[in-house]
């Protein structure tokens, strides 16, 4: 991820958005992409960035706001450096999905949607990865692990500094 | 058809001339990755440097054996391919030293062998076709998955690739459409509407400007139909699409993607890509005057965005809220002009329509549902995977036959079929033959293709509560009797599964159900209280022990659980008692200790740290012993 | 037109195609109740308490978004569609606060009115509810989103009709509210406290700060008047409580339909106001005096006159206020030209 987790936002990072919101100013229907790609700059959606972005695209920026809120990829908090999201689908909560997820929050001593203290994780679950005949399964990063046991996730969330 | 047949002969001699080398080929859709698919793969590269090996190495998609996955095919020339399954890293040297090097068939980890055209068989391996797992499927758009490179325009147009637009192209638009009719296809994003007759309205209706969609939001938690096929054959759709476009009119299309498939995003852009560069897409079509421009949308995250008025609503850039239909999108869709919406699946199937004609297509399947249906099957069933089967065939086919059985000879007691909107068909309506019309009226619904399999462990109000928190997260929130009432649903459901149940809940449950099936404004609400309504008509005992007996008959709502020692086991060592938070655990050193029920809060630590299998909490145990606790009426 | 007719709760009714079947029912006579439909506004079909049953269709109807077609079978009132409202409102009450004994819009609210009308009490469900903190951070409008039912016309005020769109939905699901953008108060945003939304608003979430603290709605009297601050002559209803003036409500006006601006809804407060001029004054000695009007007429007349002889007319020159009503303007103006003689006439306010 390339955002800078010190609570402030670079200078390039803004240069950054500039240049992609010129990509997509008279592109329609690009309010979730840009926001897409703006979070990808920052690692989550600064408010100002919002802002910017709705004085850009001439949109309200309620508006903005709502769509943010609305979808649940969009983070408006700093998140971890390793986002951890452990799937709570159909398939793997007959497999024991629950006790995956219960075992990473032990783990972190964070609850889902937390964010450890020092950034370097964040716990989240999600519906379903579309692994399902792995299940369990959770994803760190852009890495599934599948077939898990909670006994297997300390190691594998170790893995990532 | 020039330009096309230039490309197939040259293609054709490419796909060709890859078998008359050696090849190993690593099965890499997410479930292989998931799998450790790639760590194989950086495994065979090493492997064959060291050894100076002179084969190829590629990639395939999904085959559809996620439980024999990572998968490996090595092939040999003049020699049937061979296909390796729960392959590691540290399987690779012995796997190559003997099929490669002293060309032996490894007989221990080899799954099955495919047969090309004058290959040699191997003994003593079952063909694919003669495999269980895929003797009874009917394989139409999942015929590529792992058998060709999906990243590979070459290898897509050498089996048969754009041939359908390239005769399509050279059909009066209206025979397209019916055709499709013809062929009785039916939409595969869960409704089943005749496609046919959607391209029909969006033809029919008034304007120039009209869109074509493909539905690829696959939101479903159990299902990934959609995401085996973007990532095994990309092109398929993107034919499907262009087909569509120009039999309704469209020039331009949209591919709503799950942002959580960023594999299948890729391999679609680089099928665009490719497929521009190559005249099958974009400008100029083939060099017939049609032009088609495909562009993708990545989701942000929101189940309800697989409904089509929200998935419209958010590819214009706003919240994804449902509207109120009508007006249909074939009517007035993206940005207000007609639109035709399919879903994945349905867009894959066209190119097979065209080729091999309507008739072919409809003669497989029942008389309502036509062709073949894929499927997931997930949940406790021996042989995870995605299969595709015929139409009509049978649930107890689909589990015993090609699924395997339950897993570790467990009972089967119930499929969960459709996903949120679907429900629960039990063991005895297993001989239902799998149709749109069948399963709707056994309470369930085919919904996308999810078809999870529960086992006697399973909770039925734990599942219908599963379901429940999953659509109470995923409402919009816009319509009064979705947004409030899922609350209130789930809310009831973890009372029940905790213990804390009412009789009328049930009749509140029931009222809710009703309630909101007739009035919320889209599909999610309307369809949400099916799990618990089919899991309540079927179940119905489950749900009167959890709350007149405080009993989970399957022993898996921990509330309801009693955690008890048993003293014949027991060794007396205390370590249950240190790690129990509650305090709850009591006993001298080596003599049998005993679990204060008052005090235990059923969190299950004790079981986990027991080293002699002294601390029990199955459900029978607890119906049996425990202490008197049924409510008086 | 072509005209097509339709039958409601077993009477036809001939009406315009593209007619919805809740207009065809008010035509009818026939009463749907309605949360987030306004003729106003665009239609978001959400609340879905004005469904009705409509033979041959699976599932209720939501009538503000469905069109009446040629031999449409509607009933308004069948038992499917009285448990459908029932069990609505029950969601809704579930999750609203029970305060109605002192809640500024009790007796002018949708939702008391429905649940009366179906005879419901409480909500039947028990369950988390929301527990928003009261906004009450500026001086016209107080913001109670606990009592909100998200029927979303305060959105489509604010975006349709006073185009500023300061309001939009925010989150999902169940934890969806109404908010401006980053969620602040109405007084941290862009927001020009027109008051439009709060003139939508069914219920008691969006409530005006001085009227509804000043009394029950049912102690005041409403009478119809045109604002007085500008020359676009927008008409409001006062509220009178016993002989003072408590606040501003929109009524249905020729000129302005219900929208008003800050000043004429909020800007009341001069009326009973002490600093308030209720006689001329005149300035003797340097201080300011109380005098009678015809004192104070005749001291002008004569200073007017003054400067008429000895400058002529056009040292004279007049301003008139766009507070005076057209009437008393063209009076100025007839003065300013017929008697002062002079052209030199004008007015603040140029619309
Ligand atoms: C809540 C909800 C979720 C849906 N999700 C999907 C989905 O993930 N994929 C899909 O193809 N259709 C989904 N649908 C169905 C679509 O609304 C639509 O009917 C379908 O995509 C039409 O394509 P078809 O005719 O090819 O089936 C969903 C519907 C609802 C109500
Ligand atoms: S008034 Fe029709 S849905 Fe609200």
Redesign the interface.
Known sequence: MKSCHCGQNSPAQYQELLKVIDRYRHM??????L??EAQEIFGYLPGDVMKKISTELK?PFS?TY??AT?????HLQPRGRHVIRVC????C???GGAKILDAASEQLGIAENGTTEDLRYTLET??????????P?LMVN??????LAAKDVPKILDKYK | MGHLNKLRARFTRHYKDKFNRGRIVVGLG??G???GGDQVLEAIRQETGIRNLDVDIDFTSCIGM??K?PMVEISLPGMARVIYGDMTPDKVPALLESHIINKHLLKEWAVMQITEEGATLYENIVKMEDNPFFSKQLRTVTSRLGRTNPESISDYVATGGYLALDTALSMQRQDIIEEIKKSGLRGRGGGGFPTGMKWDFVSQAEGAKKYVVCNAD???????MD?SVLEGDPHAVLEGMAICGYAVGADEGYIYV?????LAIKRLQTAIVRAEEYGLLGKNILGRGFNFKLMI???????VCGEETALLT????????PR?R?PFPANRGL?GKPTNLNNVETYANVPFVINRGSDWYASMGTKKSKGSKVF?????INN???IEVPMGISLREIIFSIGGGVQNGKKLKAV?IG?PSGGCICEEDLDLPVDYDSLSAAGAMMGSG?L?V?DET?CMVD?AR??LS?T??????????C??????ML??LTRICSGAGKMEDLA?LE??G??M?????CGLG?TCANPILSTMRYFKEEYLAHIQDLFCPAGACRALLIYQIDTANCKGCGKCAKICPAGAIRGEKNTPHVIDLEKCIKCGACLTECSFEAIKNDAALSWNKRPNTRRSA | MAEITLSINNVNITVPQGTTVLEAAGQAGVFIPTFCHDPELT?F?????C?VEIEGLR??S?SC?T?ATEGMVVHTDSP?VQ??RK??LE??L??HPLDCLTCGRSGDCRLQDYAYLYGVKTG?????RHSYPLEDDNPFIVRDLNKC??CGKCVRACAEIQGNSILD?A??????KVAPAMDVSLKASDCVFCGNCVAMCPVGALQEKGLRSAAPTWEVRKVKTTCPYCGTGCSFELNVKGNKVVGVTSCDGDVNGRTLCVKGRFGYGFIHHPDRLTTPLIKKNGVFKEASWEEAIKLVAQKLGRIKAKHSSDALAVLSSARCTNEENYLLQKFTRAVLGTNNIDHCARL
């Open positions: 329609k229907g690009s309010l979730i992409p926001l897409q949109v508006k709502g769509a609305f979808y649940a990829q969009f709570q689908g159909t398939a909560h007959v497999r999600v519906a379903c990865l579309g692994a399902c005949g792995q299940g399964v852009n890495d599934t692990h599948g077939r | 997410t479930c990755f998931a799998a996620c439980y996955e696959e939101g479903d938690p159990g299902a990934f995401r799950r942002a959580e498939y960023p949308k990545a989701g942000a995250g929101a189940f958010s590819i214009e850039g706003n919240r994804g809220m109120v009508p940005w997931c099957l997930t949940g406790k995870t995977g995605l969960q996903g999810g999870v529960l399973t599942i599963f379901f999953f109470q997260t995923e409402s919009c929130g816009k319509c009064t009797p947004r409030e009432g899922t609350k209130r809310e009831i509140d009222r809710l009703r309630v099936k007739n009035t919320a404004l309307q | 239609n079909g959400a609340c879905r308490m469904v599932s209720l939501a978004v069109n499917a448990e459908a069990t609505i969601l809704l579930a999750n039947s469900f028990e369950g988390e039912i998200l939905f989150y999902r699901g169940f934890d969806v």
